[in-house]
C-alpha cells in the first residue's frame, strides 16, 4: 500500500522520470530523521550511487556544524541523493557544491516564475532570502579516493517561513515569493533531471561549464560582507572566487583573505 | 600495572599528556625530569615522526620496555587533509571530539572532519592504530596536504 506522500509526490514524480543515473532508485518516506542520515547509511552499505531519498518531513533535519533545519510537514522538498563520483579526487569536491546549487536553481527556475540567485556558496536566494540550504557530506580516503557523496537540500514550498518566529527571518519559501502554490511532485521531478543532466556532464569532463554556471548566479561577488569564522569575524568586500571555489574577500586593513569555510553575510553598502 | 610507581605512572599517562599539549603550542623540544625518570621530546614542524626518547632510572626499567607501546615511542602515519579548508575535531560544537591522543583506531573510523564550500568531508583512518599525536586544533584552517594526525599502527 502506497502511503499518501508516495501517491501524490513520489509515483507523480516517477512518471515519466528519464534520468540514467539520478533517482533510478527513489525512496518516499512520510517522515524520517533526517534523510542525509539515512543516505549515509545507504553509502556506508554499498549502494549503488544515485539512490534519492525523498521526505514529507524530517525529525531531525540537520544543517551544517550541527545546526537543525526544520519545516512542518508537506511543507517543503527535502531531499537526498548519493553519488560516487570517484573520478573526483577530494580536493575537486567544490565541483559538487556548485553541481547541487546549479542543479536545484535551474529546476526551480524551469517549474516556477522565480529568478534563483546563490549566495556563496550554496544557499539559494530569491529576492535576496534564503530558499533553500544544501548540505553536502563526503567520505574519503586519503587525498585521492572520494568514495562518496551525500547531497542533501531542504527547499521551502508552500509555506511561509516568516510565520514561525523559531526561524531565521531571512528565510522565505516559493510560494511566498513566486505568488503561487508549486507542485512538489513536478519540482521533484525537475530537479531529478536538472541533477542527471549536470552530473552526466560533469562526469564528461565539462567542469567549466558548470563553474561558470555557478558563477553567473553568484551574486555575492562586489558585496559588502561579514565573514563569521569558528574562531573569528571579519568584514570587507568580497572580490572573486579562487580555483578551489573558495572566496576571495579585501578586507578592511586592505588584505585579500580566501575563506573556504564559514558564514558570509552579506551587508548592506556602506553609505558612500 | 598494579605495581606501578610513580616513575612508571610519568612513563605512561604522563607522556601521553605531555604530547598532547606540547602540539597545543609552538614548543619543538622539551626535556622533563621526575625522580629517576626522564623524558625528552622533540619535534619537527608538525612533529611527524618526532623523536622521542624516553628514559628511566633503574626502579623504573622494567617498565620501560611495555612503555615504548605508548604513542610516544614511534610516531606513525601520518592522516593528511585531502583539501583545503577548516578542520573541526568534532561533528558539531556540541559533540565530543572524535578521538583523542591514546584512542584506538580501526579503518574507516573517523578521525576528523575538513569542511571547505560548505561540504562536510569527513576524514577516515586507514588503519588500524592509536592515535599518537593531533596536530590541528579544532577549526584551525588547513593546507591540502598538511598532517592532521598521527597514527602508530597496532597489529
Known amino acids: ?272 | 600495572m598494579s605495581e606501578q610507581t610513580p616513575e612508571h605512572n610519568l612513563l605512561t599517562e604522563d607522556v601521553r599528556e605531555l604530547l598532547r599539549l606540547i602540539t597545543q603550542t609552538d614548543i619543538t623540544e622539551l626535556s622533563l625530569e621526575r625522580g629517576d625518570a626522564k623524558i625528552h621530546v622533540k619535534r619537527t614542524p608538525y612533529a611527524v615522526a618526532a623523536p622521542v626518547v624516553v628514559t628511566s632510572g633503574v626502579a623504573a626499567a622494567p617498565a620501560a620496555a611495555s612503555s615504548a607501546e605508548t604513542p610516544a615511542a614511534s610516531i606513525g602515519q601520518p592522516i593528511t587533509s585531502p583539501m583545503v579548508g577548516t578542520f573541526y575535531a568534532s561533528p558539531s560544537p556540541k559533540d565530543p571530539a572524535y578521538v583523542k591522543v591514546g584512542d584506538e583506531v580501526h579503518p574507516g573510523d573517523v578521525i576528523g572532519i575538513v569542511e571547505a564550500m560548505k561540504m562536510m568531508n569527513e576524514i577516515e583512518s586507514e588503519i588500524h592504530g592509536r592515535v599518537a599525536v593531533i596536530h590541528v586544533e579544532n577549526s584551525q584552517p588547513v593546507e591540502y596536504g598538511q598532517v592532521l594526525i598521527s597514527i602508530v599502527p597496532l597489529d
Open chain 1, 1 to 272: 500500500m502506497l502511503t499518501s506522500f508516495e501517491q501524490t509526490i513520489i509515483e507523480p514524480a516517477r512518471y515519466q522520470l528519464e534520468t540514467l543515473i539520478i533517482g533510478q532508485e527513489l525512496l518516499g518516506l512520510e517522515q524520517t530523521a533526517s534523510t542525509n542520515s539515512l543516505i549515509r547509511e545507504r553509502a556506508f552499505a554499498g549502494v549503488a550511487e544515485g539512490l534519492v531519498i525523498v521526505a514529507n518531513e524530517q525529525t531531525a533535519g540537520r544543517g551544517r556544524r550541527g545546526r537543525n533545519w526544520s519545516a512542518p510537514a508537506g511543507s517543503s522538498l527535502l531531499l537526498s541523493l548519493l553519488l560516487r563520483p570517484t573520478w573526483l579526487v577530494p580536493s575537486e569536491s567544490f565541483l559538487l557544491t556548485m553541481l547541487a546549487a546549479v542543479a536545484i536553481s535551474e529546476a526551480i527556475e524551469r517549474e516556477t516564475s522565480c529568478t534563483v540567485e546563490l549566495k556563496w556558496p550554496n544557499d539559494l536566494l530569491i529576492n535576496g532570502r534564503k530558499l533553500a540550504g544544501i548540505l553536502v557530506e563526503l567520505e574519503t580516503a586519503g587525498p585521492e579516493r572520494l568514495r562518496w557523496a551525500v547531497i542533501g537540500s531542504g527547499i521551502n514550498v508552500n509555506w511561509q517561513p516568516s510565520d514561525d518566529p523559531t526561524i531565521n527571518q531571512a528565510a522565505t519559501s516559493l510560494a511566498s515569493e513566486c505568488g503561487h502554490e508549486v507542485d512538489r511532485a513536478g519540482l521533484l521531478r525537475a530537479i531529478l533531471h536538472s541533477y542527471d543532466r549536470h552530473y552526466l556532464n560533469l562526469r564528461s569532463g565539462r567542469r567549466e561549464a558548470l563553474r561558470q554556471a555557478w558563477l553567473d548566479r553568484l551574486t555575492t561577488l562586489g558585496k559588502a560582507v561579514e565573514i563569521e569564522l569558528s574562531t573569528h569575524s571579519f568584514v570587507g568586500v568580497a572580490e572573486a572566487v579562487d580555483q578551489h571555489g573558495g572566496l576571495q574577500v579585501r578586507d578592511n586593513t586592505g588584505q585579500l583573505q580566501t575563506v573556504y569555510a564559514g558564514d558570509v553575510k552579506v551587508r548592506p553598502l556602506a553609505q558612500a
